[in-house]
């Protein structure tokens, strides 16, 4: 166990525990974009940024991304002040020249009462925010089918050399996960298209209603080991197949008494 | 203490008061089809309470890529991690017995998670065809 300072409030971490962890543990509102629980942090959005310091610093203070710092014995955190607020504020503020048609951008930067950008604003500007959380999640499901392509103002997030990605399973964890929802996808009839590729959802071989993609359920089956009519029949049909089997045993249970 | 989750089908009447309590509890609209618990009828007016066994080894567990779903030591039941869960719906698909759902109210996978060791079905079944028992060593 590791004692630091937060808001000079004495609390206890797990070592090897990253400082936003212990924070939001102390019901402390740090804003974040590109942080999930389900992917490695990476400090990409830079808004969790925090004041930290030690008794022997001689009144150095430092900023860093709590996601990314490790817990220290004797750490001293501050979460909100002055400094920090204008840091923040002044990320929200490059972001809204990006994307300013975001509502997600927009709504964050109303917070630090910015309504209109200071900077140069992008008209055309997308909605992505380059936090990279849809890079990571396809990194973790183990495919890494999208990434950063081009440079500088150019870059985007896209396939190998911009094009569809042939590696992509159309799960949709990337568009899920997307803060802004940048990321577009739809399901029309019997296809799912998304990052310029269709994919074919399974259709219940009985109800006919439409599950995850076959690419999906291929993957889940040859990486978890999962046996293949799993994914055949919809979670409405399987439900009412338990029902029946069950129940078949009960009557047979029941025969068997008299 | 350990408890187990029983349910005896032989009982169910079918009253679907169980579906109630828990779409009440979680959806908080009452919407039966907001319910983790499906008394479905096998037959004429033969009902089984369909609910999420909490399998040794789930297919729900084994088809996560991101962790979400775990075993939670203390109640026995796999719990969704909201934190970690992305809804890519593996889960939904994967489940043998249908019983990881998806709640589009709330966008969510839900599935049974016994109330957090304490389930209002059990406790509203008039048949006592649901049953929280506790297991003796």
């Known amino acids: ?77 501050e979460t909100h002040n002055d400094k920090l607020f204008e840091i923040r504020k002044t990320i929200l503020d490059l972001q809204l020249a990006r994307s300013p048609h975001s509502d997600y951008v927009r709504k964050m930067a109303l917070d630090y009462g ?57 799960c949709l964890s990337c568009a899920h996960i997307c803060p802004t929802d940048h990321i577009k996808w739809n399901d029309k009839g019997q296809t799912r298209t998304i990052w310029d590729k269709s994919f074919e959802l399974i259709a219940c071989s009985k109800c006919g209603k ?32 338990t029902a029946e089997k069950i129940g078949s045993l009960v009557v047979r249970a029941r025969e068997a008494t008299i | 203490m350990k408890y187990r989750y ?22 908080r609209d009452g919407k039966p089809g907001r319910s983790r618990i499906y008394p479905l009828a096998h037959a004429k007016d033969q009902y089984v309470p369909v609910v999420c066994f909490q399998c040794d080894d789930a297919a729900c567990v084994r088809a996560c890529m991101f962790d979400a779903l775990r075993r939670n030591e203390e109640t026995g039941a796999i719990d969704v991690d909201y934190e970690r869960c992305v809804r890519c719906e593996a889960c939904v698909a994967a489940c043998p017995f249908g019983c990881a759902l998806v709640d589009t109210g709330f966008d969510e996978i839900v599935k049974c998670d016994l109330c957090r060791g304490n389930p209002v079905c059990v406790k509203f079944c008039p048949e006592s065809a649901l049953r929280y028992v506790e297991i003796k060593d």
């Open chain 1, 1 to 77: 166990m590791v004692k630091l300072q937060i808001n000079g409030k004495t609390v206890e971490a797990r070592e090897g525990e990253m400082l936003l962890a212990v924070i939001k543990r102390q019901g402390i509102e740090v804003p974040t974009q590109c942080h999930h629980e389900a992917i490695e942090p990476t400090g990409n959005c830079r808004l969790c940024m925090v004041e930290i310091t030690k008794k022997n610093w001689d009144g150095w203070k430092k900023s860093v991304t709590s996601c990314l710092y490790p817990v220290e014995e004797g750490l001293i955190v």
């Open chain 1, 114 to 170: 910015l309504e209109k950008s200071s900077y140069p604003v992008e008209p055309d500007g997308d909605d992505c925010i380059m936090c990279y959380a849809c890079t990571r999640i396809c990194e973790v499901l183990g495919k890494s089918a999208i990434s950063p392509t081009q440079r500088g103002h150019q870059k985007v997030i896209a396939g190998p050399f911009g094009e569809a990605p042939p590696d992509c399973i159309g």
């Open chain 1, 210 to 241: 439409k599950t995850i993609t076959r690419e999906f359920a291929d993957y889940l089956i040859e990486k978890r080991e999962l046996p293949a009519n799993y994914f055949e029949i919809c979670d409405d049909c399987k439900r009412q197949e």
């Open chain 2, 6 to 27: 029983q349910v005896i089908p032989e009982l169910c009447t079918g009253c679907r008061t169980c579906e109630l309590a828990c779409a009440f509890k979680f959806a």
